[in-house]
């Protein structure tokens, strides 16, 4: 499935306004998490992220607030949310200094997402039909292949 490419900068934010942000260049990749700590957070079925480069990415208006924690897999990470209206914006963790994970459902444009991959697939609502390629039981231990593949479809 070939999709349009968005245009630059994107730009996102909370429900309330609050926190607002930009993206000056494409997100690395975008995918579907189906862990169920992304189940909790989000309330849904999954969560859709994308990772962008630290440096294409800042925060326009606002202060969003951190919540740090240790992930299941014993990774540090901040998750970065409006204090006010308490919507999840961005993840970002020590050991990955060069990216942000964007919870892409902030964007205001959301019609040329498409995920090129699902992650934890083992734990996917059993009602949720997923594609039969390129999905994962876990995280995948490479994303190259996942951003080169996702760079395709634009």
Not at 14 to 39: D, F, G, K, M, S
Not at 63 to 76: D, N
Not at 124 to 133: E, G, I, R, Y
Request: aromatic letters at 10%; hydrophobic letters at 35%; one cysteine or more.
């Amino acid at each position: 499935m070939v999709s349009r490419s968005p245009t630059l900068p994107l730009t996102g934010g909370c429900l309330c306004r609050a926190i607002r942000y930009e993206i000056t260049a494409l997100p690395l990749i975008v995918y579907a998490c189906h862990c169920t700590n992304c189940q909790r957070q989000s309330g849904s079925a999954f969560a859709m992220n994308m990772p962008v480069a630290t440096d294409a990415f800042r925060i326009t208006q606002g202060e969003p607030t951190a919540w740090r924690r240790i992930t299941p897999s014993g990774a540090q990470t901040e998750s970065w949310f409006c204090p006010t209206c308490a919507g999840r914006i961005h993840g970002s963790r020590p050991t990955r200094p060069e990216s942000v994970t964007v919870r892409a459902g902030t964007l205001d444009d959301t019609s040329w997402l498409r995920p090129v991959a699902h992650f934890y697939t083992t734990t996917a609502q059993p009602w949720l039909t997923l594609p039969p390629a390129d999905c994962f039981d876990e995280a995948p231990a490479d994303f190259r292949p996942l951003a080169k593949a996702w760079r395709a479809t634009l």
